[in-house]
């Protein structure tokens, strides 16, 4: 038996990431915890994404995203990327990356990725994708998944 799963998951130290998914007309943006740097050469980030996100759509038919740097004063960020809405990205700055996805122009930094391959992981995907390029945008400490509480209303998600 594991108790308090949620609590002890919590002690698994993640950033705060809002992945901006697709090129085009077809964009979308989320908040996501769980990325890791997986290599070196090639520098590979790995993306755990819940297959029933309309962003994962987004990121099979682009096959592109970034992954921006959430700072610890943007924990409203974390929250309104957190939830799906229509129109999530306006009111926000973008720009493109090279590979053509958004990049949140007031995230810390970025990481503009092209994906690499899929793996299976239970209930989500892993997304491993290739650094194309990266870069920092402003100075600040990184947002951390342990200040988000329940934010992300995982404590309900565990079946033990
Ligand atoms: C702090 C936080 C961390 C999250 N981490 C992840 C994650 O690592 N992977 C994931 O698939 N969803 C994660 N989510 C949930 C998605 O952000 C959320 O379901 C979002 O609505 C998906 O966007 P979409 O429906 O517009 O595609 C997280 C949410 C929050 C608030």
């Known amino acids: 038996m594991i108790e308090n ?3 002890l998951v919590k ?4 950033g705060v990431y809002v ?5 085009g007309d077809h964009q979308n943006a989320f908040t996501a915890a769980w990325v890791m740097q997986v290599s070196f050469d090639p520098l590979l980030l790995a993306i755990s994404i819940n297959p029933a996100h309309y962003s ?11 992954v921006n740097v959430l700072g610890q004063d943007q924990y409203a960020l974390a929250e309104h990327f957190g939830r ?3 129109d999530k990205m306006a009111g926000f700055q973008w720009h493109l990356a ?3 996805a958004p990049v949140l122009s007031e995230s810390l930094a970025y990481f503009d990725c092209q994906i690499s391959h899929y793996a299976d992981a239970g209930d989500h995907k892993i997304a491993v994708c290739k650094v194309v390029t990266a870069a920092t945008l402003k100075q600040g400490l990184p947002l951390l998944y342990s200040q988000t509480g329940d934010m992300d209303g995982s404590s309900e998600l565990f079946s033990s």
Do not use: K
């Open 5 to 7: 799963p949620g609590a």
């Open 11 to 14: 002690l698994i130290s993640h």
């Open 19 to 23: 992945i901006g998914v697709g090129v």
């Open 56 to 66: 994962y759509q987004l990121l099979q038919e682009s096959g592109v995203c970034t």
């Open 84 to 86: 799906s809405a229509p």
């Open 98 to 100: 090279e590979t053509g």
